[in-house]
């Protein structure tokens, strides 16, 4: 029962260019959301978090949006850089991960 | 601190042995995680402890997969017997209530 859904497993963007990343739950209960990023060889790192009674946080280039009623949250990063390249992972409070997206900057 | 610590970060055994991956969490956390990173499900939550005490074990795949936490610096995850199919990365994270997780750099397992 996966209750945290990345449901694109890659994207490429070019750089400089903005990256949407995206992220369904169905549990109406969680009451906040993190995205993690994950490079090769290491463990997730923490980027930027959103409490349920919020619909935007910013962080530098980092914003994530939460639309409550559609149970969506996405995660802009602009502009991308070639270092942005990694995996991210969408969570849920409760520590539920999503599979995950692989994100390419491309220089 | 030195975060969370894995060991070992690359384990080998074969079919049937029984395997122990051990974590520190960050001291002064209260929450432990161990998760499992496949290509297929990302990070699978298998069990979290609270202030030493297993509180959700529904991730836990088969009963050959064990966790403890014997004390708030110490947890072990053990599979007895190990197959193929539990080839792995395994991560343990740790966090105080209401923050973030901070993972380890986790155990790489093979199965052979």
């Known amino acids: 029962d996966q209750q945290v859904k990345q449901n694109s497993p890659s994207l490429s963007v070019q750089e400089g260019r903005i990256s949407i990343l995206n992220c369904d739950y169905t549990?109406?209960?969680?009451?906040?959301f993190l995205w993690y990023k994950k490079y090769p060889a290491e463990g997730p790192t923490f980027l930027i978090s959103?409490?349920?009674?919020?619909d935007k946080n910013e962080d530098g280039r980092f914003t994530v949006f939460l639309n409550k009623s559609a149970k969506h949250l996405s995660l802009h990063i602009v502009p991308s850089q070639p270092g942005d390249s990694a995996v991210y992972f969408c969570a849920a409070s409760g520590m539920r991960f999503g599979a995950g997206t692989r994100l390419t900057v491309k220089p | 601190d030195a975060g969370v610590i894995q060991s070992p970060r690359h384990e080998v055994t074969e079919m049937g042995q029984e395997v122990t991956l051990r974590c520190k969490p960050i001291s002064g956390h209260d929450y432990l995680f161990w998760y499992r990173q496949t290509m297929m499900r990302g990070l699978e939550l298998l069990i979290y402890?609270?202030?030493?005490?297993?509180?959700?074990d529904s991730g836990m795949p088969e009963d050959r997969f064990s966790a403890k936490m014997p004390n708030a610096s110490f947890s072990t995850l053990k599979i007895q017997p190990s197959e193929p199919r539990d080839s792995a990365v395994y991560f343990c994270?740790?966090?105080?209530?209401?923050?973030?997780?901070?993972f380890g750099q986790g155990t790489r397992l093979t199965v052979v």
């Open positions: 959103i409490s349920s009674i919020k």
């Open positions: 549990n109406s209960m969680f009451d906040y």
């Open positions: 402890f609270n202030n030493n005490v297993p509180i959700d």
């Open positions: 994270a740790s966090r105080l209530q209401g923050t973030e997780a901070f």
